[in-house]
């Protein structure tokens, strides 16, 4: 739980407001109120909550785009400092311009192995890169370069533990696959959001690992932890500074309800770029009552 980052209490809490913070609970706790108190009031919400949605079941996946800290770009020589003015650490490679050919730098594959082998993947000896055709403005080159059929890393999993306060309990949560990627550009929206005001490409070529989950999570709470628990690693492998406010761990979250016994995966519903943990929960909260409410009508 870095950062003060909120989590929800009940395993789905869509359908209450109620959030928790350690600071919470210790401010709580001087105020008055038992360890006790807290642990029975977050078991009556949880009970309340689960009722409410008997019957349906919730699967999350999450795809996380770690940001690499290396010196340089994937494939060229640019440096990345974050908060450089727009458009100033760029070059004919990153840019995609015609007769550049890029050059990938050692630095993303070693860290890509050292992720791959703390996840406790198999690593894939002969690895290749592929193009990802798509076109969207702050993409320069028209295609991604990324992995598709054989990433760097495939089948590993990450062990966690929940807070005491919220349950506990351990998980075990699989992951499909690590890959290496380079990343786009973005756009700098107006104080209103109703236009874009720059297109700002420094970001464009920077190294990025794709850590790609199986659907193993239930709920809001589980998801965050897990993308906490991959903050923490990164962080502790030097390969990344995690910082989710500057967009250097970025998480897509995947959701669908379905009824319990279902084995069919319905259809899902991604949110993307989430870039905080309690963002990360709230909204997962809010898509499972959601869900929930449509199935409910038929």
Not at 158 to 166: Q, Y
Not at 217 to 229: N, T
Request: hydrophobic share 35%; with cysteine; charged share 20%.
């Amino acid at each position: 739980m870095q950062n003060g980052a909120m989590r929800c209490c009940p395993e789905l809490t869509g359908m209450v407001h109620t959030e928790w913070r350690l600071d919470m609970v210790a401010g709580s706790v001087r105020g008055g109120a038992s360890l006790a108190d807290l642990a029975v009031t977050w078991f009556i919400t949880k009970t309340s909550v689960e009722q409410k949605i008997l019957g349906y079941e919730t699967i999350i996946g999450i795809e996380t785009h770690v940001q690499l800290s290396t010196l340089t770009k994937a494939f060229c020589s640019c440096p990345y400092p974050y908060g450089s003015q727009p458009n100033t650490t760029v070059c004919p490679v990153c840019m995609g311009h015609p007769g550049t050919l890029p050059v990938l730098n050692s630095k993303v594959i070693e860290f890509a192995v050292k992720l791959g082998l703390a996840l406790n993947y198999g690593l894939s000896m002969t690895s290749k890169f592929d193009r990802k055709q798509y076109f969207y403005q702050d993409l320069p080159k028209g295609y991604q370069i990324s992995q598709f059929d054989i990433p760097i890393a495939i089948k590993g999993f990450i062990d966690l533990d929940l807070p005491v306060e919220f349950g506990g309990g351990h998980r075990r949560f699989g992951i499909t696959r690590v890959h290496m990627e380079d990343d786009a550009g973005k756009l700098i929206h107006s104080e209103t959001g109703s236009y874009s005001q720059v297109m700002d490409l420094n970001r464009t070529g920077v190294p990025l690992l794709e850590i790609v989950s199986k659907p193993d999570m239930r709920s809001g709470l589980e998801a965050a932890e897990y993308a906490a628990e991959i903050e923490r690693l990164v962080r502790y492998l030097g390969i990344s500074i995690g910082n989710m406010q500057e967009g250097s761990l970025r998480c897509d979250v995947n959701i669908f309800v379905r009824p319990v016994g279902q084995s069919n995966f319905g259809t899902k519903v991604e949110i993307k770029n989430m870039n905080s943990f309690s963002a990360m929960n709230k909204a997962i909260d809010y898509e499972i009552s959601r869900q929930v409410l449509l199935h409910s009508q038929g």
